[in-house]
T-cell receptor
Framework: GAVVSQHPSRVICKSGTSVKIECRSL??????MFWYRQFPKKSLMLMAT?????????EQGVEKDKFLINHASLTLSTLTVTSAHPEDSSFYIC??????????FGAGTRLSVL | AQSVTQLGSHVSVSEGALVLLRCNYSSSVPPYLFWYVQYPNQGLQLLLKYTSAATLVKGINGFEAEFKKSETSFHLTKPSAHMSDAAEYFCAVSTHSGGGADGLTFGKGTHLIIQP
């Protein structure tokens, strides 16, 4: 089946630094990738939709300057949390699709900002 | 706008017993509905999906779900629970098949516990 790899699985950083999370589709070309955020005991919340070669579309309330998304190739999308603060600590999950097909999810990245 | 409600953040059943995980949705257009399972330290895996074909949908690992428009429900069932079914289960809704064009709206998840 289709595999999506997310890296790193866990990251701890100091407040004010930037963190990059990678999402790769290992055995298929992903025309669309999605980034979700999951708070403790809450559902996954869609942050943004990313199409290869285009600017990401952000959901209402998501700061695009804080959460930079780059989808430079059909197999890689990155999420950069800029100037991270403790309130950005969360579980971030990406998914990828091939042209409207099923979403395949990465295992997620646990971000802790000290 | 869409929303999903999963009743019960934790459900505990005995091994061999019926599994029933409840999901109700709200959507202004005909929905596409999904159940995903998440095992510890793994990504979400699709169990099954409803995309306006048959209302009773069969998925992997013996799970099935029935779409009931009148009740706006899409409950997940399995006749006989196995220990390996212990995991977090998410119901999700989209207005496009596979959520390809739109992201998914998820419920809060139900943690399924299997008692030996």
């Amino acid at each position: 089946g289709a595999v999506v790899s997310q890296h790193p699985s866990r990251v701890i950083c100091k407040s004010g630094t930037s963190v990059k999370i990678e999402c790769r589709s290992l055995d298929f070309q992903a025309t669309t990738m999605f980034w979700y955020r999951q708070f403790p005991k809450k559902s996954l919340m869609l942050m943004a939709t990313s199409n290869e070669g285009s600017k990401a579309t952000y959901e209402q309330g998501v700061e695009k300057d804080k959460f930079l998304i780059n989808h430079a190739s059909l197999t890689l999308s990155t999420l950069t949390v800029t100037s991270a603060h403790p309130e950005d600590s969360s579980f971030y999950i990406c998914s990828a699709t091939q042209g409207g097909d099923i979403q395949y999810f990465g295992a997620g990245t646990r971000l802790s900002v000290l | 706008a869409q929303s999903v409600t999963q009743l019960g953040s934790h459900v505990s059943v005995s091994e061999g017993a019926l599994v029933l995980l409840r999901c109700n949705y709200s959507s202004s257009v005909p929905p596409y509905l999904f159940w995903y399972v998440q095992y510890p330290n793994q990504g979400l895996q699709l169990l099954l999906k409803y995309t306006s074909a048959a209302t009773l949908v069969k998925g992997i690992n013996g799970f099935e779900a029935e779409f009931k428009k009148s009740e706006t429900s899409f409950h997940l069932t399995k006749p006989s629970a196995h220990m390996s079914d212990a995991a977090e289960y998410f119901c999700a809704v989209s207005t496009h098949s596979g959520g390809g064009a739109d992201g998914l709206t998820f419920g809060k998840g139900t943690h399924l516990i299997i008692q030996p």
